[in-house]
């Protein structure tokens, strides 16, 4: 990939995830705040964004939106898709989410 069109695309998932938080937030703020892992502050400030600001703050060449499963216990259980009844599969997907929603508890 060249660097132009990597950027590009950087711009393009800034753009998303901005369009994407500001809907969640403004249609059911606690599943928003769950979802997307953000403090009642970062979700205040993404609400009040203005278009012109959500442009502005894509047009960054860093991504602004963080992988939120940092650990292996967690990515053991969201891919191991498959290897098991459907009934383990749901059970695995479950305990990630709530390891997950435990992790956004502690850092709001």
Same mark, same amino acid.
């Given at each position: 990939?060249?660097?132009?069109?990597? #950027?590009? /695309?950087?711009?393009?998932?800034? +753009?998303?995830? !901005?369009?994407? =938080? %500001?809907? &969640?937030?403004?249609?059911?703020?606690?599943?928003?705040?769950?979802?997307?892992? #953000?403090? /009642?502050?970062?979700?205040?400030? +993404?609400?009040? !964004?203005?278009? =012109? %600001?959500? &442009?502005?703050?894509?047009?960054?060449?860093?991504?602004?939106?963080?992988?939120?499963?940092?650990?292996?216990?967690?990515?053991? +259980?969201?891919?191991?898709?498959?290897?098991?009844?459907?009934?383990?599969?749901?059970?695995?997907?479950?305990?990630?989410?709530?390891?997950?929603?435990?992790?956004?508890?502690?850092?709001?």
């Amino acid at each position: 990939m060249q660097n132009e069109q990597i #950027l590009a /695309e950087i711009r393009e998932i800034n +753009l998303s995830y !901005l369009m994407l =938080a %500001q809907s &969640l937030i403004r249609s059911d703020r606690e599943q928003a705040l769950f979802r997307l892992g #953000l403090s /009642e502050e970062a979700a205040d400030r +993404l609400a009040a !964004l203005s278009p =012109a %600001q959500v &442009l502005k703050i894509a047009s960054s060449n860093t991504l602004i939106c963080r992988m939120r499963v940092d650990d292996d216990l967690v990515w053991t +259980l969201l891919t191991n898709h498959g290897k098991g009844t459907a009934g383990n599969d749901a059970a695995s997907r479950l305990h990630a989410s709530i390891l997950m929603a435990g992790r956004h508890q502690e850092a709001a």
